[in-house]
DNA sequence: AGAAAATTCATTCAATTCGATCATTCTACT
DNA sequence: AGTAGAATGATCGAATTGAATGAATTTTCT
């Protein structure tokens, strides 16, 4: 834990405006240092102080112990996935909450956001867990604090205009993942599209009989794990067929598709990324 | 999403003067913080519970950020079971979010909200499902956007008590039902527990590791479906005995605890409804 | 070590909120 | 009907807040 504090952090940590804390320093509510070129620097110790004298609410306590540059830099997205990964294998929720707030408001588009943090942070998450450094239910309770926090995030794009195009997605019966399918929402619905997720465990008739009741423009399809490659291709042709009959786009993707099974497939667009997703359906809906 | 609010936005989404909400403050009515500078800030959470509490109309819910005809009507919480499975099966979720809101905002507790309300609409979802009279991908999108709902509610809870005693649950493996035990911790939280979801799928070893890692005070379990009950209870008898070695209380519930099962299982309180759990939680905490 | 990028400085300014006071409306009781 | 007491809404000057500015400082790279 860092001993000395920036007013940045200060003010984020307690959520009021730098210059509504530098004030209250000056005033002399608050133990302050100064640097030799006349930063401010808090001592934790000072601002611990001022919350329980004053009273004041501690708004977002995770800032006091994590770095100050919550940017857009290389750096500092691999640190995030990092901090992420240990947030959520602890459970700590509202530490995880705050940062990927951070980097949302800081301007990284939730498709950045599923991509460079988020993913990489459960990919190791994974990891942990097949090496047996973590427990199941640690992997679990991340997937929940996640999945909260995703649909937090929905909450906070704009409103859809009245004639986004429709997108409807999921997984295939026997893909327990539940994640990946949330974040294509998310990225689908950033994108300015009305993405309804169907969550895991679809059967192919029930997407085909989606299919032709809600007409939908695309098909988005995240594929974690294939248990049996052969018949998953043919069920996943019997969706491309549908789709192709109402004339709706498919785009697939996830990290069970391997380049032997893609070659053996055909779709729209196979997405490597959230990125991939977005843009490819931007692109999409702009024709 | 706004965490704090002044006293001018709560006045206008309450429809009351600026200077009656500050009497208000002032008389203890609503839970208000201040700003080292002495200007009032209310916690959202705060607002929610006074309009839950003293039936005061909201007239304003855009400012509050929740749907904008929350407030409106006279929601009944009888025929709102159907109404929700309706708005469940269309796929209207701002429809089925305005009317879940109206009926906690109308001081109906959460798990009264989910015995009366969620539990039969997808009791009732699950009937038409087997009957044929909807398709799978209907039953997983009102659960995507119930579970959505739910997590938007736990929101507005108050914030919990330092001393709050944690609780862990969640559904073993084999049980695919995910809204259940998202409903059981929302009781609990709303009861003042600590309360942490694993979700479904939890083998009963990992229950275990987290009884000895995170020490609960209660362990909630969510019986959906037994798919051989043999083993099943067997597994369930080393979770009760891992629970009784650490200290901890253990409820459980759902439907697919029969009276001839229970007969067989040890636990400290079988729970009917989430208002049982939430009164059985209550009283534990207080001893 | 040196340059570029990011952060913080002190200050100003418009908007908001403070506490207090006053006229009006509502309610309860005789 | 009449009145006392309480709650409401409006208004006031003083104080607080948050955002913006250009200059100075710190951090992060090469």
């Known amino acids: 834990m860092r001993e000395l504090l920036t007013p940045r952090q200060v003010a984020q940590a307690i959520g009021v405006s730098e210059a509504s804390l530098k004030r209250w320093c000056d005033r002399g509510l608050l133990l302050t240092q100064k640097t030799a070129g006349g930063h401010r620097r808090l001592p934790l110790s000072g601002v611990l102080e001022f919350l329980r004298t004053s009273g004041h609410p501690l708004i977002d306590p995770a800032v006091l112990g994590l770095p100050s540059n919550v940017g857009k830099g290389e750096t500092v997205i691999n640190r995030a996935a ?26 990284n588009a939730l ?41 937090e995030l929905r909450l ?12 409807i997605g999921g997984a295939l019966s ?30 192919v008739e029930t997407f085909c009989a989606a299919l032709t009741t809600v007409k939908p423009k695309l098909v988005f399809l995240s594929v974690s794990t294939i248990p049996d490659v052969a018949p998953w291709i043919e069920r996943y042709k019997t969706l491309r067929a549908a789709a192709t009959a109402v004339g709706a786009a498919v785009s697939v993707g996830g990290r069970a598709l391997t380049e032997e099974i893609r070659r053996e497939l055909d779709y729209t667009a196979y997405c490597d990324t959230f990125r991939h997703l977005a843009t490819f359906a931007t692109a999409l809906r702009a024709s």
Chains 1, 2 share one sequence.
């Open 174 to 203: 026997g893909d327990p993942y539940v994640l990946s399918s949330t974040m294509a929402e998310l990225s689908l619905r950033e994108a300015g599209w009305r993405a309804e997720n169907f969550g895991v465990g679809i059967p």
């Open 156 to 167: 906070m794009l704009p409103a859809l205009s009245a004639d986004a195009p429709l997108a």
């Open 82 to 107: 990092e901090h992420a990964q240990r947030a959520l294998e602890a459970g700590a929720d509202e530490e995880f909450r705050s940062e990927t707030f951070n980097l949302f408001l800081n301007g």
């Open 111 to 151: 498709c950045d956001l599923c991509d460079k943090v988020l993913a990489p942070a459960f990919r190791n998450i994974g990891n942990s867990w097949e090496h047996g450094r973590i427990e199941v239910f640690q992997e679990r309770r991340a997937c929940e604090i996640c999945l909260r926090t995703l649909h």
